[in-house]
């Protein structure tokens, strides 16, 4: 064989050799990527705790009881907030890598600001990583995975999103446990009530109780016993307003705000007694407008209009509440007297 055909078929034996590595080495990157980028998780019915955290030193723990999602084990989770973050767990996925120009840019800032979410199934940790701040244009979220096997971070950012949604999701991964509280205070079906007792303080002759004796047979009754008629209709519809009733704001109750309404005067309270004869008590005060808000209305209020403080669950909780749905609620007798 002539040197020049071995020095040709070296060469292309050579180049064979670096194709075959070359294609190895992309079907590994490609798979890598692939992996740094699985953010997506499809199975959240099988999710039974979740630890959020963020770099501030704030973090909740979310865990699945059979009766609802649980809060840092003492409050009943907002089912709104975990529908969301499930569904956002469930629905994300990669937009775009990040460019090699801003990559070390981005970990530096995640490194700083970021939020980690740990989901477990039964005890293990099926999925981790890292949300970050937004893009830009505020369209996307920067994101990095965690290789749940060597509880590694991969080495590679990613600019997520989801599809069909325009913004960014860093907001969804909230640490602040008065934020994922349940807003519910009220909570009673018909016939689950015995008696309502409405207090108002600063008109208290225009106080009432109503006894549901059966949904068929009612009370009304003034502070003093003096039994008064009603149109049944009316108290009918009263006693509904009770289902499924909630603050718009749950006050943290180390707060200032809230300490001040420890030694404030409600100017109602209201009380339920269940079928078992549970009380279930709450208090109302009155929230000071603002010049503001006056302005807007051309009105001199005293008081906010719109909004009050209330304690509830006998005093274990604090919020603000809206007139909007509590006002119905704050009548007085005179509501419930039959129509001349």
């Not at 005093?315 to 704050?330: C, H, N, S």
Request: charged share 25%; net charge positive; proline share 4%.
């Amino acid at each position: 064989m002539k040197k020049s055909s071995v020095i040709t078929i070296l060469i292309l034996l050579v180049l064979v050799i670096a194709a075959i590595f070359v294609y190895k080495s992309k079907g590994k990157n490609s798979t890598m990527d692939k992996e740094a980028g699985n953010f997506g998780l499809k199975d959240t019915a099988s999710v039974d705790k979740i630890f959020l955290a963020d770099k501030d030193g704030r973090s909740i723990l979310l865990e699945k009881k059979p009766t609802g999602w649980l809060l840092n084990g003492k409050y009943t989770v907002r089912p709104d907030a975990i529908e969301l973050l499930l569904y956002t767990v469930r629905m994300v996925e990669v937009k775009s890598p990040v460019s090699k120009s801003s990559r070390d840019n981005v970990i530096k800032i995640m490194a700083g600001k970021s939020t980690k979410i740990e989901m477990y199934s039964k005890g293990t940790k099926i999925k981790q990583y890292y949300v970050g701040h937004s893009t830009q244009d505020h369209t996307g979220t920067f994101m990095l995975l965690t290789n749940p096997e060597t509880d590694e971070n991969y080495k590679e950012p990613f600019i997520t999103h989801i599809p069909g949604f325009e913004g960014f999701l860093t907001t969804r991964y909230f640490t602040d446990e008065i934020d994922w509280r349940d807003r519910l205070m009220i909570n009673y079906r018909p016939p689950q009530i015995k008696q309502i007792k409405l207090e108002l303080h600063e008109i208290p002759d225009s106080s009432f109780v109503i006894d549901l004796f059966s949904m068929q047979r009612f009370g009304l009754k003034t502070m003093k016993g003096q039994q008064l008629s009603f149109d049944e209709e009316k108290i009918k519809q009263y006693i509904a307003y009770f289902q499924n009733v909630n603050c718009e704001v749950v006050l943290d109750k180390k707060s200032k705000l809230a300490d001040s309404l420890n030694t404030a005067i409600p100017f109602a309270t209201l009380t339920i007694t269940d079928r078992n004869n549970n009380l279930n008590v709450s208090r109302f005060y009155h929230k000071l407008s603002i010049p503001s808000q006056n302005k807007n209305y051309g009105i001199d209020y005293k008081y906010d209009p719109d909004r009050l403080y209330a304690k509830y669950n006998n005093g274990a909780d604090y919020g603000v509440a809206q007139y909007f749905v509590f006002g119905k609620m704050l009548q007085t007798y005179l509501y419930f007297l039959p129509r001349k």
